[in-house]
């Protein structure tokens, strides 16, 4: 006969499992970052509270008297002398639609003259930073329609108020508190209250928005109680949209420079909840955020150029947040990277963030030269770190309908041999009509022919599927050898029943190789934009650059030729006016192409190989095969 369950028994295993509940909901309660009922019971009184205590500038001071510290405040004296001599800004819409460039400005003058004037105490900085608050205190508004503009301002008013708030006059606090609620804080409660626009979305807007109120109602939190009560609570519930896309290594699908964008407010937000309230309600624990600035680390090449997919250029990625994220996540490489990009021009908030990597330099962590990131579906190979020489080769899956979108499944940017020769032309003018719109897939920038990619049958309508989804489904690493492969079949559905494309590093070479499957012959092309001098001899097309050489061979299809063709759409495609084909640091950009005709299920495959091109080359395997 089993034996029964005495009531000590069960009494024993109901406990168990009443803890058990009470630790999952407390896990589960830190990780979606459920909030107090008080959520300003925590409130720090004292001002600053944004960013850095008193104490912590007084630390901040002391380690600015010597060394790379020193230095760096020198820099930053030297930009605020500079701003004593400039005019407020004004209120300017040079596009009839932006006030950004001017919000931006303004935070940057508060963050300098703000950190300078705590450091060095110069009542001039002090004067000057009152001027440009008092000049944007005085705007008729902050230009809510585009809500960046609004949050970015207040985040400066929040800054500035917080910061020198013992130095200003009750008058002149009562002039920027006005400002902070009145055209800031105040534009956003109907949009949280009906959960719209920014608050719901999943992109940049919703960190950059929901981080400029969260600064505007923390500074004024113990004098505007019921206003920080509300917004709080729902900024810290919206954000957690966006941040869930970071998982879960830390990539960004928007591209690199909407990454700097969506992470800087990202840090700035966390960062100021948890020097005003001592928590940051598990907003930094979310998947994937703590790897997030392995992706910029990743993303640039050698050429200190970055994969610019999506709207992004190919500029610097990896600001001053990444010495944030390097203390937070005990990751002194995030330092290390960020302190050479800024090297001897660092901004007001590297010295804030990195006070404590500027006393203790970080060395570098070595990680291995391939990364694939998974769910934006980014996958980065080199060939070494820290050679200026090394080949790079990246190149992308990930979400056609992601905010920022090309039809752009598949492209690739190429360095070899300190050049850049496969580039990305980046985002065209955003005030162009339709470009958010209806009209996006018009724009050659937009196309899949504007990139280096696959065109498959073309003709007038989107030459990838707006909405498709790529995914990597091979990825292997070894010493020497590195390669991907990504599902490219739902970009070409209505096109071809199969696509597939694989990109291998063997040493210094790169292979691309793509696989068409269609039931009757096709039409297509194979791209790559260049900045580079081409010559063309049948299935060898030879580039060169600065002096430097890569040459390109292609080993299928049988009998097709290398051919170079201007930055410009095909005679099928749309040719809105107005837009722009050309790179803006090239004057000349062309690509080289490779087309057939009609051919079934045609086999691409281009061997690309710094300097010049080995003696016949093998056909690689079909990529099934590849090992």
């Known amino acids: 006969m089993k034996p029964q369950p005495t009531m000590r028994t069960r009494h024993f295993f109901l406990g168990w499992a009443l803890l058990l509940l009470l630790v999952m909901h407390v896990s589960f309660s830190r990780a979606e970052g459920t909030l107090p009922a008080d959520i300003l019971a925590r409130l720090k009184p004292a001002h600053p509270r944004l960013l850095a205590s008193a104490a912590d500038f007084e630390q901040l001071k002391k380690q600015t008297s010597e060394g790379k510290a020193a230095q760096w405040l020198g820099h930053l004296k ?51 930073l009152w001027l440009e608050l008092e ?11 585009h809500f960046l503009d609004t949050a970015e301002m207040t985040a400066a008013f ?15 606090r009562a002039v920027l508190r006005t400002a902070i609620v009145e055209l800031g804080l105040k534009q956003a409660l109907p949009l949280y209250r009906k959960q719209k626009g920014w608050t719901a979305a999943d992109h940049n807007w919703s960190q950059v928005c929901n981080g400029g109120m969260t600064l505007g109602a923390l500074a004024l939190a113990d004098e505007e109680q019921a206003l920080a009560a509300e917004i709080l609570p729902a900024a810290i519930a919206s954000v957690r949209r966006p941040m ?37 309600f598990g907003l930094s624990e979310m998947e994937g955020f703590s790897k997030a600035a392995d992706f910029p680390i990743y993303v640039t090449g050698p050429t200190g150029r970055t994969f610019n997919y999506a709207d992004a250029g190919d500029g610097g990625c990896g600001g001053q947040h990444m010495l944030w994220l390097a203390s937070r996540f005990e990751r002194p490489d995030f330092a290390a990277f960020r302190i050479a990009r800024a090297g001897e021009r660092p901004t007001a908030l590297d010295l804030l963030y990195g006070r404590r990597w500027l006393m203790q330099p970080p060395g570098n962590r070595q990680q291995p030269p391939a990364k694939h990131f ?34 752009d499944l598949g492209t690739f940017v190429l360095e070899a041999a300190g050049e850049r020769w496969a580039f990305d032309l980046g985002a065209d003018d955003y005030n162009l009509p ?11 920038r937009m196309r899949a022919e504007g990139h280096n990619t696959l065109v498959i049958a073309p003709d007038a309508r989107p030459d990838q599927a707006t909405k498709a989804k790529a995914s990597i489904e091979r990825f292997h690493e070894s010493p020497g050898r590195a390669f991907a492969i990504v599902n490219l079949s739902a970009a070409y559905a209505c096109r071809a029943s199969a696509v597939r494309r694989g990109i291998m590093l063997s040493g210094h070479d790169v292979i691309v190789q793509d696989e068409i499957e ?23 097309a030879v580039m060169t650059q600065n002096g430097r050489q ?26 809105p006016e107005r837009q722009q084909v050309k790179h803006t640091s090239m004057r000349h950009p062309r690509k080289l192409a490779v087309h057939v005709g009609a051919l079934a299920s045609p086999r691409f495959t281009v061997l690309l190989s710094p300097g010049g091109s080995s003696a016949n080359p093998a056909l690689p395997p079909a990529l099934a095969e590849w090992r």
């Not at 002398?81 to 940057?108: M, N, Q, W």
């Not at 000049?135 to 329609?145: I, M």
């Not at 339709?434 to 050659?444: H, L, P, Q, T």
């Not at 039409?523 to 260049?530: G, S």
């Open 135 to 145: 000049a944007a205190a005085r705007f008729k508004d902050w230009n809510p329609s």
């Open 434 to 444: 339709g470009y958010f719109g209806s009209k996006r897939w018009d724009y050659y």
């Open 518 to 540: 269609t039931d009757a012959p096709v039409e297509a092309w194979w791209f790559m934009h260049t900045g580079a001098e081409v010559k063309c001899d049948g299935a060898i």
């Open 244 to 280: 869930h896309e970071f998982a879960p290594d830390g990539a960004w699908g928007e591209g690199p420079s909407y990454w700097d964008y969506a992470v800087m407010y990202n840090v700035l937000m966390i960062a100021a909840l948890d020097s005003a309230l001592g928590t940051d």
């Open 550 to 575: 890569l040459t390109a061979t292609l080993l299928s299809p049988a009998g097709a030729v290398f051919e170079v063709m201007p930055a410009e759409p095909l005679a099928t495609s749309p040719h």
């Open 78 to 128: 030297k930009e605020a002398g500079e701003l004593l001599k400039a005019e407020p800004s004004r209120y300017e819409i040079p596009d009839g639609k932006r006030l950004l460039a001017t919000s931006r400005r303004v935070l940057d003058r508060v963050l300098t003259l703000g950190l300078v004037f705590r450091l060095a105490g110069d009542t001039r900085h002090s004067e000057r």
């Open 158 to 172: 929040a800054i500035g108020y917080d910061w020198l708030f013992d130095t200003w006059t009750p008058e002149r």
């Open 374 to 407: 998974r769910s934006s579906e980014v996958v980065t190979l080199r060939s070494a770190w820290d050679d200026p020489q090394a080949t790079f080769v990246a190149f992308k899956g990930g979400n056609n309908a992601v905010n920022h979108s090309n039809l």
